[in-house]
């Protein structure tokens, strides 16, 4: 119970504080209102655990063995944060009376954590942190990615309803271009630590 515990309370410290997901989903919910951008959520709360379980049952090995996969993925999960910037600086919930943009749907949400950096320090910190070498793994593996289960859905709800919120309070397209533009802003920024070395 007391490992639960403290999975629940790493879960909840690294889910709710900024991060690529959080930031995308507050946005969302700015732009695009709760019921629109429910699959995005859903795509988060259940692609996160599912990538967990992948990274604990031998992903992590095949990494350690060929390191240059997982620098590969950084590489690609970097370029495509800064590509998810550069659309949410330039999106319009409104130009001449046409949508311009859309949100996630659960499936590009899901695949997103594949190139979050931030989630796959989430995922590996977790799993070498949460599971000995003398207990079977698989087992340890699955209670980690419950855990997550259970706490990314709320914590994820808290930046999409933030975002809801906000949306009020921006009452003008201008407004609303400024928060889009200060959110890419936000979302390079949280890259930059993760493409630092690790010492």
């Not at 990538?51 to 992903?59: E, K, N, P, T």
């Not at 009452?171 to 390079?188: D, G, H, T, Y």
Request: a positive charge.
């Amino acid at each position: 119970m007391e490992l639960i515990f403290a999975i629940a309370l790493f879960a909840f410290s690294s889910g709710i504080t900024p991060g690529p997901n959080n930031i995308m989903l507050m946005t969302s919910g700015v732009n695009f209102g709760i019921k629109r951008s429910i699959p995005h959520l859903l795509g988060i709360s259940l692609g996160f655990p599912t990538m967990i379980l992948a990274v604990g049952m031998g992903l992590s090995a095949v990494f350690q063995r060929y390191p240059i996969i997982h620098i590969i993925i950084k590489v690609i999960g970097v370029s495509y944060l800064l590509y998810l910037s550069w659309l949410i600086a330039n999106s319009s919930n409104k130009m001449e009376g046409k949508q311009v943009s859309k949100p996630f749907s659960f499936l590009q949400a899901a695949a997103f954590q594949w190139v979050n950096p931030k989630g796959w320090i989430m995922a590996v910190g977790a799993i070498a942190t949460f599971t000995t070498v003398n207990q079977e793994l698989s087992g340890q593996v699955v209670t980690i990615a419950s855990v997550f289960l259970c706490v990314a859905f709320p914590c994820a709800l808290v930046w999409l309803g933030f975002g809801v919120a906000l949306k009020r309070i921006l009452k003008n397209e201008r407004q609303q271009r400024i928060f889009n533009v200060s959110m890419a802003l936000l979302l390079v920024a949280s890259i930059i630590p993760m493409m630092l070395p690790s010492h």
